[in-house]
């Protein structure tokens, strides 16, 4: 069985610095970056898949290559908060992490819409930015009768008051979160796309990238236009 010094070996080696100025270019703190390509830790995955001993000591490297590799192979339903919290806390500096690998795997936990309303409320911006995702998760995976609507609705009402005074990447994830009910929740399409219309164009630092933010109510629409209205995911894993 592979271990984790042999792990992030293999990881070093197939990192490139070209990889690795693209990480950094969108914000993510460079020396802990090795620039491993999404489709090479794919192939690492699936050797290790189920590992969940090896997917947490992966983490704690603070490497973002293996911490992505982790939320790959993690169960989620099978860590604990505290684990959680540990995990969005130290996604700080790493966009990739706490925007996915962190919500991948909160979403499979019994509690993940308690931890993500935690986050959510948190002042760190990159536990934040976690919570709206894993929310946003939630909405695009569990059918609508197992949603708290009203709560939902809710947040939607937060969004439009204080998405633009957000901090940066709260920013971001807020309009994800609208695009994610607009999209997943036929029931709060409506209420949805109002919102989207009273936030417009919502501006985000992009780090030295042209990389653009989407615009909810185009999003949403296009959504509806390609017949994917109200269609949930079997996993937000990408």
Known sequence: ?????????????????????IYARHGMAPERVFGVSVADLKVIAKSIKGRQELACHL??????????????IADGSKMTRAQ??????????LQMISE???????????????VALAWMKSGREHVATSGWCTYAGIVALQPDDKLDLAEIEKL????????HDAPNRVRYTMNGFAIAVGSYVK???????????????VQVEMGDTACKVPLALASIEKAEAAGRAGQKRKTIRC
């Open 84 to 93: 959680l919290n540990a995990w969005a806390e130290n996604a700080a500096g």
């Open 59 to 72: 983490y704690a490297t603070g490497t973002m290559d293996a911490m992505y590799l982790a939320g790959m």
């Open 100 to 114: 996915y690998t962190v919500p991948w795997v909160a979403v499979e936990h019994p509690e993940a819409r308690e």
């Open 156 to 163: 939607l009402g937060t969004i439009a008051k204080e998405i």
């Open 1 to 21: 069985m592979a271990s984790v010094a042999a792990i992030m070996a293999s990881l070093k080696s197939k990192g490139s610095e070209k990889t690795r100025k």
């Open 187 to 201: 029931s709060l399409a409506p209420q949805a796309k109002k919102v989207a219309r009273q936030i417009g164009a």
